[in-house]
């Protein structure tokens, strides 16, 4: 099955045989479940999600057509599905009170730059990053994913967002300009170094 | 919308490299000759790169296997029925003949190499072991392959040739895909060797070297007094790799080796240190230091005078100068 592309083995797949689903699984699961985790935060759901988009590509492998690289199809489901986890996990938080899918830190932690002088963790970074992420709307941060670790065009994020390559680049100017902020502690004409790292 | 307001929504795709030429040169023009844009262009470039230092994290294997089971349960139920048709006579017995001879070679087999295996003395079997050798090439005698080929490999660009008048050999070449998994203790030398090729061969490694260093890191930190080719072989990366979220990894990595630091990983941090075009790997490689020094690890007066630099240098990353000279106060006296 190595040796075959993509699209070779969706079509064995469209004609029945699910014998690809592994090979499938092993060449994207990796990024899948990357794109996933950093989206939703949350690691329970990411596996959830990556088990559920698999599943999808199964069972609604015709509407596969090949016109958009496979990957771009895959993320498309992944990102319809993450979509729906933070639209239910909203829903829930609303009517239940309960906590949403993702806790977003507390105000005392959000600054990078009071955390790097507290810590020297190594994990610090991560973290960090991680956070100013998730301050963005998650409009912005699955540009911001798909297109830093995903390396997708932003007319395949268009594809995959379901909106116009325009409000990409527009969405993706507001994400970098909070993420850069974020880093800076909002402080222009700092270090910027030192509040990012 | 004014001009540089315009040029700074231009500076996302200039960091993917969507903007189509001109574009792209007239917005490279303007951020050389407007400062506020320089120095917007400039953060923006950094949060880019550093975006990148977030690690890759690994699947857990249990989702595979629930959605393998998943399929197995929906592949259970059929969308369509398959009609149903009688096996000839002559395969049934063909396949009652076959769950004979299976089991009754497993029963024999059994039977026969049990006693053998206690009887046999350890050194034995030990010698009669050959070393695999990983090898990019290799030519081996037809007698020292076993004639059984396991599972179905990949053979590509076989060759053929054809029978020597003088011993009438033949031989056939090609290249095979096969996977290896070599299993040993962390301090074996093979394994360790095998991690260092890893590391240090960018071009030859797949998927990401990222991970492996990661790993590397998890696995070696536990280990007491790791060898030290294994910390050479993350300064050689720390010296060399062309992406700046490898030779971040390769420096934090050092920093959780300090037991199997030599000279030339300490030579590798100072270089970095001193050289390296990216902030976070210079921070990196102080906070290596730094922690180096608190263990009262006594310093070279390169690596000291490194520091003193460092923490007086004006433009300077603010955290690297406050780490090198937090590094200098605590350096023990000789």
Partial sequence: ?197 | MSECGVMSENMPMLLTESLDPAQRELTHQHIESCAACASEWSAMKETWQILETLPTVEVPARVKQRFLAEISAASAVPANVVPFRRRSAARWLAEAAAVVIVGGSAFYAGHRTTPRIDLTPADARVTAIQPYSIAESRVLPAASISPTIEGRPDIENVQFSDASPSNQQIGVSFDITSHVTVTGKPTDKSMVRLLRYVMENEDKMSPSRSRAIDWVRATYSRVDNPDPEITEALANVLRNDEHQGVRIKAADTLQSMQSAMTDGTRDALVEALKNDPNPAVRVKAVEALAKLARSGAVLDPDMVDTLRKKAAQGDENVYVRVKAAEALSSIQPR
Wanted: aromatic residues 8%.
């Fill in chain 1, 1 to 197: 099955m190595k040796h075959l592309s993509d699209e070779e083995l969706m079509s064995i797949v469209q004609a029945g045989d699910f014998s690809p689903a592994s090979e499938l699984y092993d060449r994207y699961s990796g990024r899948i479940y990357n794109f996933a985790y950093r989206f939703l935060r949350n690691s329970e759901s990411a596996e959830d999600a990556t088990q559920e988009v698999f599943m999808k590509m199964i069972k609604h492998a015709n509407q596969f057509h090949g016109d958009a690289r496979f990957s771009t199809w895959l993320l498309a489901i992944t990102g319809n599905l993450c979509r729906d986890y933070l639209r239910k996990a909203e829903n829930k938080m609303k009517k239940e009170g309960e906590d949403v899918l993702i806790t977003l830190p507390a105000p005392a932690e959000r600054s990078p730059h009071r955390n790097l002088e507290r810590q020297e963790d190594k994990k610090m970074n991560e973290k960090i990053i991680q956070e100013a992420l998730m301050l963005l709307p998650p409009d912005q941060r699955e540009v911001v994913l798909l297109s830093r670790f995903q390396g997708l065009t932003y007319a395949e994020i268009a594809q995959v967002a379901g909106c116009s390559e325009a409000a990409v680049k527009a969405k993706a100017f507001r994400a970098m300009d909070l993420m850069k902020k974020a880093f800076a502690g909002d402080s222009r004409g700092g270090d910027q170094c030192l509040n990012v790292v």
